[in-house]
């Protein structure tokens, strides 16, 4: 990407994505990681920082680090080390956080973002995946004048996952989130809930002229938890840095906060270098030592990722598109129900369709995530069964689906249940036609004087009089008769 200036630029970004380990305790004390309780009350000696109180690692929260950074294709160093990073903030309880510094638990992987029809797949560095501890949340709209502090946040066990500065657009940096959010969903790493603050993002961002080898000045952009506004805080930075350079000015290395509402970023401090931390190994905590054993045994238990998962959907079930398998994939519960849809049904083409059409739709409707729907595969595979073997319509099978969706219950009882059951029967089929035809008389006249076209028309008519119980197949058969053909 350029953007716009006298000369054009290149713009050049690393992000810093903070994820919450999806463990039921914090990181150095058996604090509860519940998200929404009422404010400080998942709070300690230990997470508050008070004296005697000595940090214990919570061996959960390695082994899902351990598990990101290989599910990233980091190599995990058998060897790291908690430092104590040192600043203050109202809240940061105990005046430094533990993180780790010159040794993480791991460094240089990859993230590959999918190719489109005209681009080739893009890929962008890993440089380091390390653990720390979350801070505590600063509210600013509580109270008048005045800022609360929720520690309930603090100690909660975070990876850090840190890019080499290879994205070059606010574009390119929202598939690499999007890409990165979703193999760490896969991995079971986090539930990387933007919303709930599960995944954060900083973006350090700078510009240069084309072609240029060295980098730019860079700032960083703190703290942003949607992708949104991740890619209008990059686009905004890049305009501001290009039009300073181009009226003779110099970027100054600082820390930056985007504001959403004036669509602008804005000067919060200096950018503090490593030795403004002042770190140095943590003396409560020894080295982390992780066996050859434990990270091969972590590799062979490291589920299905998602381009496996898309290419073995593509293998597997040649039928789809490449849509289908893209929407398919795109989060771990709707392929696992798509994977056990297909399976059961035996037709993965119709499972397919269910899911991207019936499925999805009704969870948008809801809110309801795909595990939350009460119609689980079997019974979805039960019903596309009824309609693989002419028991009920397709119109009619999405009536019994969306009373599944409601209230539960096993399809063909529902379909009985509502006279959902296919309508076979000549007569009845001809009753149904002579009473479209008479409240239709134009389409009607037009379709037996040659119009064939308003065939599907007054099948449509017919099915929808019937409730959708109407045979479309013998309906049809019917109408022709009627015209003569």
């Known amino acids: 990407m350029t953007v716009a200036g006298g000369t054009g630029y290149e713009v050049v970004v690393g992000l810093e994505v903070h994820v919450h380990l999806q463990t039921k305790t914090k990181i150095f004390c058996g604090c509860s990681t519940d998200f ?16 005697g109180a000595l940090p214990v690692l919570n061996n959960h929260a390695v082994e899902l680090a351990i598990r990101a950074a290989l599910a ?187 504001d959403a509402a004036m ?35 972590i590799r062979r238990e490291l589920p299905e990722l998602p381009a496996a998962r898309a290419a073995r959907f593509t293998t597997s079930y040649p039928s789809l598109t490449a849509y289908d398998v893209g929407v398919l994939t795109s989060s771990r519960a709707i392929g696992d129900y798509f994977d056990e849809l297909a399976t059961r049904s035996g037709d993965p083409k119709a499972a397919a369709n269910w899911v991207l059409g019936e499925v999805l739709a009704s969870l948008k409707a809801s809110g309801q995530s795909i595990d939350e729907l009460r119609v689980r595969p079997a019974a979805l595979g039960e019903l596309l069964a ?41 007569d009845a089929l001809a009753r149904w036609i002579d009473e479209v035809f008479a409240e239709h008389p134009g389409e009607a006249g037009r379709f037996l004087r040659g119009e064939r076209r308003l065939q599907g028309v007054l099948v449509g008519f017919v099915m929808k009089k019937s409730g959708g119980g109407a045979d479309p197949k013998r309906v049809n058969q019917l109408l022709a008769t009627r015209a003569g053909s």
């Open 263 to 297: 669509e602008e970023v804005r000067p919060a401090r200096s950018k503090e270098g490593s030795h403004d931390y002042r770190y140095f190994p943590d003396p409560d905590l020894p080295p982390l030592v992780v066996t050859d054993e434990r990270i091969e045994r």
């Open 72 to 258: 990233l294709d980091c190599t995990v160093h058998p060897v790291s080390v908690f430092a104590r990073k040192n600043y203050f903030y109202p809240d940061l309880p105990k005046g430094y956080q533990i993180s780790q510094f010159d040794r993480p638990l791991a460094t240089k992987g990859r993230v590959t973002l999918p190719g489109s029809r005209d681009e080739r797949p893009r890929t962008i560095g890993i440089t380091r995946l390390h653990m720390e501890e979350d801070a505590g949340k600063s509210i600013h709209d509580r109270f008048t004048a005045a800022t609360a502090v929720d520690l309930n946040r603090a100690g909660v066990p975070l990876a850090e996952i840190v890019s080499e500065p290879d994205i070059r657009s606010p574009a390119e940096a929202e598939a690499y989130l999007k890409t990165l959010k979703q193999i760490l969903e896969y991995a079971r790493v986090s539930d990387v809930s933007m919303e709930e603050g599960s995944l954060r993002v900083d973006a350090n961002v700078s510009i240069r002229l084309p072609g240029a080898a060295a980098l730019g000045t860079k700032t960083e952009i703190k703290n942003m938890n949607s992708f949104s506004a991740v890619v209008r805080a990059i686009d905004a930075e890049a305009r501001r840095q290009a039009a300073l350079l181009d009226s003779g000015g110099r970027v100054e290395q600082q820390t930056m906060l985007w």
């Open 36 to 51: 929404g309780a009422p404010p400080n009350q998942h709070t300690c000696p230990v997470c508050l920082g008070l004296p």
């Open 386 to 426: 009824l309609v693989r073997d002419g028991v009920v319509s397709h119109t009619a099978a999405k009536q019994v689906f969306a009373a599944m969706a409601e209230r539960g219950g096993e399809p063909r009882a529902i379909a009985e249940r509502e006279g959902l059951l296919k309508v076979t029967d000549d």
